[in-house]
């Protein structure tokens, strides 16, 4: 069964039982500012399209139970691909992203026909259990409209179509974007950002990202992708980074640099879990290193706050438990920049494994299956669609509640 609601307020409808559901009928009536009868008549239409259906759960109130209408989530799966520089991850998905099998890693060797090859064996073997309807891809590196990835340096890839190529030999709908955005979107549909039109993310790894949603939509152009935030200055006597800039982001709050800085101090050779679970035990040298970047990890959620006033900051990637094991210090960095009257800043932490960048990339691929009405771009982060929580136009609501 596919999704393919007749109009774009039937769309919305469908958008806001996946997104919010189960809800009643007078509920989505309210959210979408509908009269009862078009609902009737708009749900009536999702039920036999089997889009949505009728839960046996029922809500009592003042008037009559009623019985909340809802998607089917084991109704349609997808694969979400996270491409690294010697492995491809990947997981299913059901359609709220719930992972419902996380397949074995494939190492490749940097050729893109290679990476679609072990995609399609990918989808493969996920199809022995469940089939996909569509395929997302998270790259880091950055991505046009069109799903190409116009530069990942970490693959040594211009100009690769991956989207398209991929979509030609699996023959499933396919999405490829930045993995950030990715992650910032699938906040956004299924995880803490379900709801709030204005969030931030931070995440760190290898580099430093920085992604939002402003306004109900993922803030994205041509230099997403680019990594810029890898280079806000933090510390004006910190280390350099590789591009020679002293004390940015890149340089603080990576985990090769803080190895790197470990490797200085205590002439060991630490990988980044030693050193968590090092921290995490109190280690007295590890804890002093790393109140440096657990400062300047504060100080650089100060901008982020002062400068977009988000209703929360997530902090993400593999480098998370910086967040944890150098909270203190963390929160002296943010306060130390931070005006005193100004509010409170959430901070709100996102597992750092492969798994949950997979999951973002399945988002991508759910999107692609949802919005394909009237949207043939590969990319649906870019694309013109309903935010979370996605009211109709008031001439298109009025239309039909006098249809």
């Known amino acids: 069964m596919g999704w393919q609601p007749s109009d774009q307020l039937t769309q919305d409808v469908a958008l ?17 500012d509908l009269a009862p009868a078009t609902l009737t008549r708009i749900s009536s239409e999702l039920i036999r399209s089997g889009i949505v259906t009728e839960t046996s759960q029922v809500i009592e109130g003042r008037g009559r139970p009623t019985t909340p209408l809802d998607v089917v989530p084991t109704a349609h799966h997808f694969l979400g691909v996270k491409l690294a520089g010697e492995f491809v991850f990947a997981v299913v998905t059901d359609l709220r992203a719930r992972v419902v099998r996380v397949l074995d890693a494939r190492h490749h060797t940097g050729s893109p026909e290679e990476v679609v090859d072990i995609i399609h064996s990918l989808r493969d073997e996920a199809e022995a259990d469940h089939p996909i309807d569509a395929v997302g891809i998270a790259v880091g590196g950055v991505v046009d409209a069109d799903g190409a990835i116009t530069s990942a340096p970490f693959l040594g890839w211009t100009d690769i179509p991956l989207a398209a190529m991929t979509e030609r030999q ?58 810029l935030v890898g280079h806000w200055p933090l510390d004006p006597l910190g280390p350099l980074c590789r591009k020679g800039h002293q004390g940015c982001a890149e340089a603080m709050l990576t985990i090769p640099a803080i190895k790197r800085s470990m490797l200085v101090a205590t002439g060991e050779q630490l990988d980044w879990d030693q050193i968590i679970a090092r921290a995490r035990r109190g280690d007295d040298t590890i ?35 910086l967040a944890e094991v150098a909270r203190a210090d963390l929160l002296d960095g943010l306060d130390e920049h931070r005006d005193p009257r100004a509010s409170k800043v959430s901070i709100e932490l996102a597992p750092g494994t492969n798994e949950e960048w997979c999951r973002g990339a399945a988002v991508l691929g759910i999107r692609r299956f949802v919005l394909a009405r009237g949207n043939a771009n590969n990319n649906p982060l870019r694309a013109e669609t309903p935010a979370t929580d996605p009211t109709p136009a008031p001439e298109a609501r009025a239309a039909a509640n006098q249809a």
Request: net charge negative; charged share 15%; aromatic share 6%.
């Open 170 to 227: 699996l023959q499933r709908p396919t999405a490829c974007a930045n993995d950030l955005e990715a992650f910032v979107e699938a906040l956004h549909w299924f995880g803490v950002g379900s709801g709030h039109s204005n969030f931030a993310a931070i995440t760190l790894g290898v580099g430093v990202g920085y992604g939002c949603i402003a306004n109900g939509r993922v803030l994205a152009n041509a230099d997403s992708g680019v990594g």
């Open 16 to 32: 806001e039982v996946l997104l919010h559901g189960p809800l009643g009928r007078a509920e989505l009536a309210r959210r979408l």
């Open 287 to 321: 804890t002093r290193l790393l109140e440096r970047s657990g400062r300047a990890l504060g100080q650089l959620i100060a901008a982020v706050a002062n400068l977009t006033a988000p209703d929360f900051i997530v902090i993400g990637g593999e480098g998370v438990d």
